[in-house]
């Protein structure tokens, strides 16, 4: 019974919502792909099989050290810290920050993407990364989990003077991100991907982040072991997928070849 109220909330949730109500469509295209969906198990294997340190991934993009956001600005990070301590509600948690700080200031992209930004840590590494290129910009879309009431809160450790940089499009990916890559006009340097981690919206986001990307261009997702999205895309771009192992999650990157 007590199931049944929490789905009535949720759908409530949603439809008093309509920004977000969109976002319906892809939990019913979630049902279809239902098999897909249980790939966790074959995914974290992969994974497991196919992983290398860090380090390498980072050497095989032609970088040799990793950068880390909190050493080369100590100040913008102990203020990002002290605004986390204030938030009052929990909220996803980070990407790896120091490989998209270290991936941001190698490559030099002026045109990133990002979906997935709670707290805003992999934000943050984008503006410090790019903090050196005047005309970076970060698209970031976030549509908050269903009442959790974190929406004031989205991107709160983002410190004010960055946020000129840095436009959040608060909608479900399926709207956002399209929108994100119209506004770079239909191409991009550089995405993240951190925000619905089913199957099905991998598959939805993934192939358009790809198709924008410029030649030479970086995608990279996080908690790729939740189903097998990542491998599968992969093999449809022909790239050799670089894995690492991240706080016991693993990050996927593709690099577009140029
Ligand atoms: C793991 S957190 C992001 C963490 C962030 N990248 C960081 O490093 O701090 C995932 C975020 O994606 C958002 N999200 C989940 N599904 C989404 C969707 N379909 N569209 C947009 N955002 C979504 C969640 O509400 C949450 O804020």
């Not at 949730?13 to 920004?19: A, F, K, T």
């Not at 469509?25 to 074959?42: C, G, P, S, V, Y």
């Not at 790019?130 to 009431?149: F, N, Q």
Request: proline share 5%.
């Amino acid at each position: 019974m007590s199931a049944i109220i929490d789905k009535a909330n949720t759908l409530w949730w949603y439809l008093s919502r309509p920004h977000y109500s969109v976002q319906l469509i892809q939990l019913f295209r979630r049902f279809l792909n239902r098999e897909k969906e249980r790939t966790r198990f074959e995914a974290t294997q992969w994974c497991q099989q196919v992983a290398i340190p860090m380090e390498e991934v980072l050497r095989k993009l032609g970088i040799d050290k990793i950068e880390y956001p909190w050493e080369v600005y100590p100040d913008y990070w102990r203020e990002a810290e002290r605004r986390a301590k204030q938030v009052p509600v929990v909220m996803g948690g980070a990407g790896a920050v120091e490989f998209i700080f270290t991936a941001t200031r190698a490559f030099k992209p002026t045109r990133l993407v990002e979906t997935g930004v709670a707290y805003g840590w992999s934000t943050l590494a984008m503006l410090l990364g790019t903090l050196e290129r005047e005309s970076a910009r970060v698209i970031s879309t976030d549509m908050p989990y269903p009442k959790m009431g974190n929406e004031p809160y989205v991107g709160y450790v983002i410190p004010e003077d960055l946020r000129e940089r840095w436009i959040l499009i608060r909608k479900p990916d399926i709207l956002a991100v399209p929108k994100a890559i119209k506004h770079f006009g239909g191409t991009i340097d550089f995405a993240h991907y951190d925000s619905d981690k089913s199957y099905t919206g991998r598959m939805f986001t993934y192939p358009r982040l790809w198709k924008a990307l410029r030649n030479d261009g970086i995608l990279i997702s996080d908690d790729i072991q939740d189903n097998i999205a990542f491998k599968e895309f992969a093999q449809q771009t022909g790239v050799e997928p670089l894995v690492f192992e991240y706080k016991g999650k693993y990050v996927g990157v593709l690099r577009k070849e140029r």
